[in-house]
């Protein structure tokens, strides 16, 4: 199933909601050959993307490239588009964990993050969604390119657990750029770059509350609790992202990125 697409800026984001994506994904994966993948699109990746070409080519190659963020559901309304609302990647992830426990005979595998998160996330798996088997989990190191040995070790391991859907926090762009330069290698139906969904998921981070998130406020949290690492996201991407997309409006902007 593919959803209508909504040209913001540099990238093509696909227009539904999240029981939509959810739907889409169940649907596919006794039907495809070879692996889909879903990726995250929000302002600051797109500002990143600006001066990243492989980072842009994977997010435009992308099965699934969601709405996960107040700008892009702005950028939309800016644009005369139709999203209505953000779909987040962690909700991606406890939507199928949710859906796929009752329908029992599934698995995830998550590769990423630090081997006490990915212990959590194991805890927390088996407590709440006893039917989803964890086929394994995978902590790489944090260089910003692995070597050939330690990649060809993953997708080995990978493929020996044969999951249904792997998940990757390693952060953008390493994650997607990662995912896209493996993907053939990779025999999963589903494979989706969820970045910080690892922390929310294991509880080691707090995500906004449900009305901060309604309000399209759920980095505001986030900037107080890491302003070191969050400024540059919210006073410099944002408004950068915003003046392509007004230029955008206006017809001033290109096809592609300068």
């Given at each position: 199933?593919?959803?209508?697409?909504?040209?913001?800026?540099?990238?093509?984001?696909?227009?539904?909601?999240?029981?939509?994506?959810?739907?889409?994904?169940?649907?596919?994966?006794?039907?495809?050959?070879?692996?889909?993948?879903?990726?995250?699109?929000?302002?600051?990746?797109?500002?990143?993307?600006?001066?990243?070409?492989?980072?842009?080519?994977?997010?435009?190659?992308?099965?699934?490239?969601?709405p996960d963020g107040t700008g892009i559901v702005l950028a939309s309304k800016i644009l005369g588009g139709k999203i209505k609302s953000r779909v987040a990647g962690p909700d991606i992830m406890t939507g199928l964990a949710s859906?796929?426990?009752?329908?029992?005979?599934?698995?995830?595998?998550?590769?990423?993050?630090?081997?006490?998160?990915?212990?959590?996330?194991?805890?927390?798996?088996?407590?709440?969604?006893?039917?989803?088997?964890?086929?394994?989990?995978?902590?790489?190191?944090?260089?910003?390119?692995?070597?050939?040995?330690?990649?060809?070790?993953?997708?080995?391991?990978?493929?020996?657990?044969?999951?249904?859907?792997?998940?990757?926090?390693?952060?953008?762009?390493?994650?997607?750029?990662?995912?896209?330069?493996?993907?053939?290698?990779?025999?999963?139906?589903?494979?989706?770059?969820?970045?910080?969904?690892?922390?929310?998921?294991?509880?080691?981070?707090?995500?906004?509350?449900?009305?901060?998130?309604?309000?399209?406020?759920?980095?505001?949290?986030?900037?107080?609790?890491?302003?070191?690492?969050?400024?540059?996201?919210?006073f410099i991407s944002t408004p950068l992202f915003l003046y392509y997309v007004l230029r955008q409006r206006f017809g001033l902007l290109?096809?592609?990125?300068?």
């Open positions: 199933m593919d959803f209508p697409r909504e040209t913001i800026w540099n990238v093509d984001v696909q227009r539904a909601e999240l029981n939509q994506f959810l739907d889409a994904i169940d649907a596919g994966i006794s039907q495809q050959t070879t692996p889909r993948t879903l990726f995250c699109a929000n302002p600051h990746s797109l500002v990143v993307a600006l001066h990243d070409r492989p980072f842009l080519s994977a997010l435009r190659a992308a099965d699934f490239l969601i859906r796929w426990n009752a329908q029992r005979g599934k698995s995830f595998f998550f590769l990423g993050s630090s081997a006490g998160v990915l212990e959590r996330i194991r805890a927390r798996m088996a407590s709440e969604f006893p039917h989803v088997h964890v086929g394994g989990v995978f902590s790489p190191s944090f260089a910003e390119r692995l070597s050939d040995e330690e990649n060809a070790r993953i997708c080995e391991t990978i493929n020996r657990a044969a999951p249904t859907a792997l998940w990757v926090g390693m952060t953008a762009p390493k994650q997607e750029k990662w995912v896209e330069e493996h993907r053939s290698r990779l025999e999963v139906p589903l494979i989706a770059a969820v970045g910080a969904g690892f922390d929310y998921f294991a509880g080691s981070k707090q995500r906004a509350s449900r009305p901060l998130q309604n309000l399209g406020l759920e980095w505001l949290p986030r900037l107080i609790r890491e302003p070191r690492r969050m400024w540059r996201r919210n290109s096809a592609e990125p300068q």
